[in-house]
């Protein structure tokens, strides 16, 4: 990337994310993220079994398996060429096509049961175009149905982490340290680049994260900010939520310092049939 000329943050994340490493990285991975993901997912209404999945942000597939043990009604978008690419090599049988959840045009109003938004991805995305996809997401889904995405927390151990912070899980064992060591001056070149596009709103912010060697930019929220959201987008009020570090069931108000990211479940209201 020319240094004199910095992308929006969902270009240099769709960058990051399409690099060979991170590619493999994804490939392999199988299974939840985390505790939070599983707590939620056990928790879907059962109305959502059997209807109609959009899987968006698929990345290479990982929730493909997880997801079709709901529903064999199964697609997938993503807005990275080289994730459609591999999630498509990964399972031929599946319909998976380059999309962005900003503009879900290629699906009609109501024709969902689920959607999801796993990992964080509605994160790749500035304010705006977050407020965009909570739109689309709730056209397209039908009365009653749920959408399941995650999202980083602001008040969590993730916000403005740096390259010269070392977790547990880094002094955990001398290989992780020596890993982490190694790759300081790529993680505080990249940091330095992508300054620039921070910006602290206070109930959220765009921050870059850890990840990937400091390679994203990602949108943080508070719970209470994100609750507010998912109401202002119309969903109902009180979305249940999860917390990735345990998977323990959230209200509005708790402390959350532990909580790297929420699992929410945001239901569209189901039609009232008047008598
Ligand atoms: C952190 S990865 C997670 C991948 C996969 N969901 C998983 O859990 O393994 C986020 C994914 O979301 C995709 N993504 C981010 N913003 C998107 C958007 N606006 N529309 C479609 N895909 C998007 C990225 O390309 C990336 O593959």
């Given at each position: 990337m020319n240094a004199g000329v910095l992308l929006a943050p969902e270009d240099v994340n769709r960058s990051t994310w399409q690099g060979s490493t991170?590619?493999?990285?994804?490939?392999?991975?199988?299974?939840?993220?985390?505790?939070?993901?599983?707590?939620?997912?056990?928790?879907?209404?059962?109305?959502?079994?059997?209807?109609?999945?959009?899987?968006?942000?698929?990345?290479?597939?990982?929730?493909?398996?997880?997801?079709?043990?709901?529903?064999?009604?199964?697609?997938?978008?993503?807005?990275?060429?080289?994730?459609?690419?591999?999630?498509?090599?990964?399972?031929?049988?599946?319909?998976?096509?380059?999309?962005?959840?900003?503009?879900?045009?290629?699906?009609?109003?109501?024709?969902?049961?689920?959607?999801?938004f796993s990992w964080n991805g509605i994160d790749a995305v500035g304010d705006t175009d977050r407020a965009a996809i909570f739109g689309e997401v709730f056209r397209v889904l039908r009365p009653g149905g749920v959408f399941f995405f995650s999202t980083h927390n602001k008040l969590g151990p993730g916000h403005r982490e740096t390259p010269w912070h070392f977790g547990l899980r880094d002094l955990k064992h001398p290989k992780s340290t020596a890993r982490r060591l190694a790759s300081l001056p790529l993680d505080v070149r990249n940091r330095r680049r992508l300054r620039p596009l921070n910006h602290d709103a206070g109930e959220w912010s765009m921050m870059n994260a850890g990840a990937h060697h400091f390679g994203i930019v990602i949108h943080y929220t508070t719970l209470l900010h994100a609750v507010a959201e998912v109401e202002t987008a119309g969903f109902q009020p009180e979305p249940e939520v999860y917390a990735s570090s345990n998977g323990r069931r959230l209200a509005v108000d708790d402390e959350t310092s532990d909580v790297w990211w929420f699992h929410l479940l945001a239901v569209k209201a189901a039609l009232r049939c008047d008598p």
């Open positions: 991170t590619l493999r990285w994804f490939a392999e991975y199988e299974g939840w993220s985390d505790d939070g993901e599983r707590a939620a997912t056990e928790s879907l209404p059962l109305g959502v079994h059997g209807q109609p999945i959009l899987d968006i942000g698929v990345g290479a597939g990982r929730t493909t398996p997880l997801l079709r043990a709901l529903s064999t009604d199964y697609r997938a978008i993503d807005f990275a060429p080289a994730m459609v690419d591999l999630c498509h090599r990964k399972y031929p049988d599946v319909d998976v096509r380059h999309g962005d959840a900003r503009d879900l045009s290629q699906f009609s109003n109501n024709s969902m049961g689920l959607v999801a």
